[in-house]
């Protein structure tokens, strides 16, 4: 088994997911299985993945029906492929030193404890009200390493799970995880990307204009949403191991057909209401305690069937792709 699966999702951009894909290759000398999951993109960008999976730039591509978000995506390449060590990797990130994987590793394997390992994408590590232990090119911060090149070794997925996918196509998946890891004491660590990488996205308006997303708007739509499951996490009310909200149906070797999690509709409703409750009525506490009550209810209920659903069905594709099953 390849030490690292590198998974990226794309949604269009085919230029800059070309470069990425191909630096990933020139420039990661560790065993890795590159795995792209294209999230509905136009037929340039899908006839440029074909034409790299075939010429064996690529270990899997997955094809989604349409855009489901960065969050199913990513947990599409990262459930599917199994590996001791998972990187999600925006394609728009651009590996130009060979030496990359070497530093980042000798610092994982140093560190007191398995931790969860991001570049600095957004120079957090000169913030001093995130990080307050830097030692060279790696520091650890008090907030949450962003998802644009992100580490995160089995060990910890085993605790605390995969993306959540309540935030919609550009949404806090990365802020959700990074609160999930603090409330199970799970360090995490910036690394300084500037003598690696190049982040070559901040792209928010060529999308809008192409394709009719605003990033930002839809990210502004579910931070209140982020909120809530930031203190549900926080006070014990939910658990790390978020079940999906969309599971694979079928595969036919190119586009992975996706359908809703039953079982995890129960508790998205109950979510929302609280949620609802929480941003409209927060003063009023018998209020917000009776729908906390309910919540708490419909996850009792729902939670181990929507986690069990799931597993069940990525072990069915994992099966028709002949992949190892993930070991404890």
């Not at 996918?165 to 990365?174: A, N, V």
Request: glycine residues 6%; neutral net charge; aromatic residues 10%.
């Amino acid at each position: 088994m390849p030490l690292l699966n590198i998974t990226i999702p794309v949604f269009n951009r085919p230029e800059l997911t070309r470069r990425t894909i191909e630096a990933v290759r020139h420039n990661t000398r560790h065993p890795h299985t590159l795995t792209v999951v294209d999230n509905g993109s136009d037929a340039e960008t899908q006839d440029l993945l074909r034409e790299m999976k075939e010429r064996g730039q690529l270990e899997y591509l997955f094809r989604l029906e349409k855009n489901y978000g960065v969050a199913v995506a990513a947990n599409v390449g990262w459930r599917l492929i199994p590996a001791p060590i998972y990187m999600k990797l925006d394609n728009d990130v651009i590996i130009r030193n060979p030496k990359w994987l070497d530093i980042v590793l000798l610092h994982m394997q140093k560190a007191p404890r398995d931790a969860v390992w991001g570049a600095d994408l957004n120079n957090q590590m000169h913030n001093p009200e995130y990080v307050t232990d830097r030692q060279g090119l790696i520091a650890r911060t008090t907030s949450h390493v962003s998802g644009g090149a992100i580490l995160i070794p089995k060990s910890i997925s085993d605790i605390a799970g995969y993306w959540c996918e309540d935030y919609g196509l550009y949404g806090c998946e990365d802020g959700d995880y990074g609160e999930k890891l603090k409330s199970l004491s799970i360090d995490q660590y910036y690394f300084d990307h500037t003598p690696f990488m190049d982040h070559l996205g901040h792209d928010g308006e060529t999308i809008k204009k192409a394709y009719g997303l605003d990033k930002q708007t839809t990210q502004d739509l579910f931070r209140n949403l982020f909120t809530t499951n930031y203190l549900l996490y926080a006070t014990g009310n939910r658990a790390a191991n978020t079940p999906p909200q969309y599971i694979p149906e079928s595969f036919d070797g190119y586009t992975l057909t996706m359908r809703s999690n039953k079982p995890y509709r129960h508790i998205w409703r109950a979510l929302l209401q609280f949620h609802n409750i929480r941003l409209n009525h927060m003063h009023d506490a018998h209020k917000n305690a009776h729908y906390l009550n309910l919540l708490i209810t419909e996850q009792n209920r729902h939670w181990s069937q929507a986690v069990f659903d799931a597993e069940q069905a990525y072990a069915r594709i994992r099966r028709q792709l002949h992949t190892p099953e993930p070991t404890a």
